[in-house]
């Protein structure tokens, strides 16, 4: 079965999403909660906000394409690895369809 957006979100990022609902939605409330600046705050709901986006507008991509853009969002890779890394896996799968095709 194909993971649902909240099934790509971290333990940590559940605790965030908790800690906003409670605070009303209030990222004040959250800096002084959390002891760190507002703007970082807005920083970590922005990057939750991506990696919902990343899987409502990928819906046909696969685990790893969705796993590397998650990755992107959270900083552990840059750009260039994901896009390497995402074009490597995509040849791997066309070449293994041709391979299917030919031998069929």
Same mark, same amino acid.
Not at 35 to 59: A, F, M
């Given at each position: 079965?194909?993971?649902?957006? =909240?099934?790509?979100?971290?333990? &940590?990022?559940?605790? *965030? =999403?908790?800690?906003?609902? $409670? #605070?009303?939605?209030?990222?004040? &409330?959250? #800096? +002084? !909660?959390?002891? =760190?600046? !507002?703007?970082?705050? +807005?920083? +970590?709901?922005?990057?939750?906000?991506?990696? =919902?986006?990343?899987?409502?507008?990928? %819906?046909? #991509?696969?685990? *790893?394409?969705? $796993?590397?853009?998650?990755?992107?969002?959270?900083?552990?890779?840059?750009? #260039?690895?994901?896009?390497?890394? $995402?074009?490597?896996?995509?040849?791997?799968?066309?070449?293994?369809?041709? %391979?299917?095709?030919?031998?069929?």
């Amino acid at each position: 079965m194909k993971k649902t957006w =909240i099934d790509w979100l971290s333990d &940590e990022d559940m605790g *965030f =999403i908790k800690r906003f609902i $409670l #605070a009303s939605g209030s990222l004040k &409330e959250m #800096a +002084r !909660y959390y002891g =760190i600046s !507002y703007p970082t705050v +807005r920083l +970590r709901l922005d990057r939750l906000i991506e990696k =919902i986006k990343i899987h409502d507008s990928n %819906q046909d #991509a696969s685990e *790893f394409e969705l $796993l590397l853009q998650n990755m992107y969002t959270e900083q552990r890779i840059d750009m #260039a690895g994901m896009k390497t890394l $995402l074009e490597t896996h995509r040849k791997e799968l066309e070449n293994e369809n041709n %391979q299917s095709d030919t031998n069929l």
